[in-house]
């Protein structure tokens, strides 16, 4: 069976674009790969292409939002209490950086290539 | 028409990335023709291609830009970079592309397997068209992306068809000429070697039969290239360059006269043109666009590359060239420097 993370930083690799070897499965997307929101629709298009799967946009935010209303997540514009603890659960690997203040356009900034696997394993472990 | 002078020129095509490695080849008797080197065209009527060596740096602008988009940024940073560019307002980036074309191998996995009633075309196969799919088949998207990089904001086009280069030089001059920019990075770039460029020219009849590289076929080989040019008003040093356009409704190959009507009267003291560009069955030994293959939208800027390569100071030339539909276009250097 083909190397998930592996295939999941190709990927990443060939849309920002940065030599796979560049591309460390921990690494920030956007402040240290040097990703931009259109790198991000890439990234989806060809992870949804690899594995067979579709991934809906800001689902992220969405699940972290749950049944939780938008001005009960992030009120004021700015991620709630209960929205950040949300947030740690789906995004164990950036919890450093899930701190008061965040704001929900600042989700992408916390996207690594490890988010990406986690989305495409549950995705598939959901199909099989 | 207005003059321009020329500063400096950067290429990519088949033959070389440089218009002395360019001629040197074409004087070793090189011609870039042979089995279409970026797919299997077995099944097409023209099976013959010329391509660009090897592939363009690294960039992020690959998910909006194609192959040869990609190397026209290389020549135009390459250039740039050898050049002093003015403040943001007195730059001006004109760029010249090919004809707009869908390009086939986007929509092919799209479309294979739909259903007669389109059904399920989600799953079908529309899930795998791009998201940039739209984005990647804006014609002035090369213009965007280089004034934003050289922070140029003077007046600036992008134009398209197969004599787009001249129209860009000579919309370039005029904008020189009259003061609204003080220098110009003209930009062009066209590839020939793609599937639906190749089942239109079948369909024109311009297509070639030849299983290998022959001196005399019958058509012209398609190809791909870039090139870019940076031009300031005329002045010492700077060869001069003049281009002239026109067009006479044909559908395909304009009439010879159209040509001839055009060019006459502005090869006083010419020593060299550089080839018809006619893609009649009649090789012209030592005629880059022959040699490298034909390159629509790039041809101008190619050929006065190899004239600036050739002549000796104090010599000029003139580029002819001519594409379907019924466009053609003349274009004078007289070497300085």
């Known amino acids: 069976m083909k190397d998930r993370a592996l295939l999941v930083r190709q990927c990443v690799a060939e849309s920002i674009p940065r030599p796979v070897e560049d591309v460390e499965i921990d690494a920030y997307l956007m402040e240290t790969l040097g990703a931009d929101s259109l790198t991000f629709l890439d990234i989806v298009f060809r992870l949804e292409t690899e594995f067979d799967i579709q991934i809906t946009r800001g689902e992220i935010e969405n699940a972290a939002r749950g049944d939780l209303s938008e001005d009960e997540f992030a009120p004021g514009g700015v991620i709630s209490a209960a929205g950040l603890e949300r947030l740690r659960e789906l995004m164990p690997e950036s919890i450093d950086r899930i701190v008061p203040g965040l704001k929900p356009m600042g989700i992408y900034g916390l996207f690594t290539p490890r988010t990406f696997l986690n989305i495409v394993e549950t995705k598939l472990a959901s199909t099989d | 028409m207005s003059a321009a002078g020329l500063v400096d020129m950067a290429l990519r095509a088949p ?23 970026l797919f299997d065209a077995s099944t097409y009527l023209t099976r013959l291609a010329a391509a660009i060596a090897g592939e363009p740096e690294p960039n992020k602008n690959a998910r909006i830009l194609s192959r040869v988009a990609l190397f026209a940024w290389d020549c135009t940073l390459e250039v740039c970079t050898r050049v ?9 980036i004109y760029t010249a ?28 196969g529309f899930r795998f068209l791009h998201p940039f799919w739209m984005l990647q088949h804006l014609s002035n998207n090369l213009q965007a992306l280089l004034a934003m990089h050289l922070n140029a904001q003077g007046e600036g086009g992008t134009f398209g068809g197969a004599t787009a280069g001249a129209q860009a030089l000579a919309a370039a001059s005029r904008a020189l000429a009259v003061g609204a920019i003080d220098t110009a990075v003209v ?9 639906e460029a190749l089942v239109e020219m079948a369909a024109r009849g311009a297509s070639t039969h030849a299983a290998t590289v022959a001196e005399a076929v019958s058509g012209y080989i398609p190809a791909e ?17 003049e281009v002239w356009e026109s067009a006479d409704g044909e559908r395909g190959h304009p009439k010879p006269g159209t040509l001839i009507e055009l060019a006459q009267g502005r090869n006083g003291g010419v ?21 490298n293959g034909h390159v629509g939208a790039a041809s101008t800027l190619l050929q006065l590359a190899a004239l600036q390569e050739r002549l000796a100071n104090g010599q000029s030339g003139l580029a002819l060239s001519a594409a379907a539909p019924g466009l053609v276009a003349v274009a004078r250097l007289d070497k300085q420097g």
């Not at chain 2, 002093?84 to 001006?92: K, N, Q, T, Y």
């Not at chain 2, 004809?99 to 389109?118: K, S, T, V, Y």
């Not at chain 2, 018809?276 to 040699?291: F, V």
């Open chain 2, 225 to 241: 290239a870039a090139a870019a040019a940076v031009l300031r008003r005329p002045g010492p040093g700077l060869s001069r360059i």
């Open chain 2, 84 to 92: 002093e560019l003015p403040a943001a307002d007195r730059l001006g």
């Open chain 2, 271 to 291: 020593t060299l043109i550089e080839g018809t560009g006619l893609g009649e069955p009649c090789y012209q030994p030592g005629n880059t666009l022959d040699a």
């Open chain 2, 15 to 37: 033959l070389g990335r440089s218009a002395a490695e360019i001629q040197r080849r074409i004087a070793a008797g090189e011609r870039a023709g042979g089995a279409n080197p």
């Open chain 2, 97 to 124: 592309v090919g004809g707009l074309r869908a390009h086939w191998n986007a929509f092919m996995p799209a479309l294979q397997h739909q259903e007669d009633d389109l059904q399920h075309a989600w799953n079908n």
């Open chain 2, 187 to 195: 930009v062009a770039y066209d590839s020939l070697v793609e599937p």
